[in-house]
């Protein structure tokens, strides 16, 4: 390994350094957890088995979010899916007499 005299570097030399180092440790470890990954799939496979189902992992499908169902009615951007608590424009809307039904999509 080369020797670096660091009393001979500049402030800016040094920051580049720290960053090129931390950059350097962090693609280590990322290398080293893939290679562990491979190894362990390919033992799981080696068995039978594919490394989730020993694991006892699925795969999480994320929601997509719900659908509108209702419209704010002057500004048709702003939407609510009737799920959670009420804004405030639907609460007012149903103050002044309007129906919910009026002002779904």
Excluded: C
């Excluded at 040094?14 to 390919?42: C, N, P, T, W, Y």
């Amino acid at each position: 390994m080369a020797s670096i005299d660091l009393s001979s570097l500049s402030l800016s030399e040094l920051k580049q350094l720290q960053k090129d180092v931390q950059r350097a440790i962090e693609g280590f470890a990322h290398r080293k957890k893939q290679e562990a990954m491979s190894a362990l799939e390919a033992k799981a496979q080696e068995l039978g088995f594919s490394l989730s189902d020993l694991l006892g992992t699925k795969k999480v499908r994320k929601s997509s979010g719900t659908a509108p169902k209702y419209r704010h009615p002057e500004n048709p951007e702003v939407t609510w899916s009737g799920r959670g608590r009420k804004p405030g424009w639907f609460s007012a809307a149903l103050a002044a007499g309007t129906k919910p039904e009026a002002l779904g999509i």
